[in-house]
């Protein structure tokens, strides 16, 4: 990990629960956003595929890093309790999973944010694991939350449940922020949205992103992840889910390419 400076970004260890896509907005809402919210995310979702487009016409970065490193994922009772829990996805959402994890912790070491890396992975190993079957009236990550705290729970760590809740509830929502939702959140949506839509893709040493995907193949990804989106959006309209399938989003999915040319 990065060693911190004073310029980095900090994680903010606790963030409001009620702010839109915190545990506290699920818990009172059921996850249904206001027009006002889907106003505010609608700009966001114009802005981030305007980054999205000019990302992909772009170079990639040079970036030096020590890709085993980023590879080898923390040897702690903590991970293997999420490595056990994150069975009970299917092998293209588990293999989402690892992805996510890896890229979440390089974009972090490359942005020289500080987040506690064992959280992150589990993060990133659990963040779908509600998502398939999904359940009417419940928004997914709600139940990938419960998967994340009993792992904890089981690992002896039941303090860090909070924050892993926070983590996993916040990471769909469109324009999540470090400063406001956390390091923990908003670098589990980065990782994931490298892998889902590709970016930040070029952010990454192309022999990082490719040994991942070498390792984690996205076989049967693509298929699987549209159509938990849409099964999602039926089960709870005016969802987070309901509005990232109206803005595009699985086009989106459709068109990525993981790893991107060199």
């Known amino acids: 990990m990065a060693a911190e400076n004073p310029d980095s970004r900090l994680r903010h260890e606790s963030p409001d629960p009620d702010r839109l896509g915190g545990p506290g907005w699920l818990a009172a ?3 249904r956003l206001t027009w006002g919210q889907r106003g505010s995310m609608l700009g966001r979702s114009v802005a981030t595929q305007l980054e999205l487009l000019l990302q992909k016409i772009g170079r ?14 923390p040897d702690s009772r903590l ?3 999420a490595q056990d829990a994150a069975l009970c996805q299917s092998s293209a959402l588990l293999a989402h999973g690892y992805r996510t994890a890896v890229f979440a912790r390089a974009l972090a070491q490359i942005d020289e944010v500080d987040v506690d890396d064992e959280h992150l992975v589990v993060c990133g190993l659990l963040h779908d694991a509600g998502l398939v079957p999904a359940v ?12 994340a705290e009993s792992a ?9 449940a909070p924050r892993l809740r926070d983590a996993i509830c916040v990471h769909t929502t469109i324009g999540i922020e470090v400063e406001r939702d956390g390091a923990l959140g908003a670098y589990t949506q980065f ?16 022999e990082l992103v490719s040994r991942v995907v070498d390792d ?3 076989a049967g990804f693509t298929a699987e992840i549209i159509a938990a989106l849409g ?4 089960a709870v309209p005016g969802g987070r889910f309901a509005f990232l399938r109206c803005v595009g989003f699985a086009p989106a999915v459709r068109l990525s390419s993981v790893p991107s040319r060199r």
Do not use: C, K
């Not at 904890?152 to 860090?160: H, K, L, M, N």
């Open 60 to 73: 990639r970065r040079p970036v030096r890093m020590d890709v085993d490193s980023i590879m080898t994922l």
């Open 152 to 160: 904890a729970r089981r690992a002896g760590q039941e303090a860090i």
């Open 136 to 147: 009417i009236g419940e928004d997914f990550t709600i139940r990938s939350a419960r998967i």
């Open 29 to 31: 809402t059921a996850g």
């Open 191 to 206: 990782g994931a949205m490298v892998d889902l839509v590709g970016l930040r893709e070029r952010h990454l040493p192309y």
């Open 216 to 218: 984690h193949p996205r």
């Open 79 to 81: 991970v293997r309790e």
């Open 231 to 234: 099964a999602e959006a039926r």
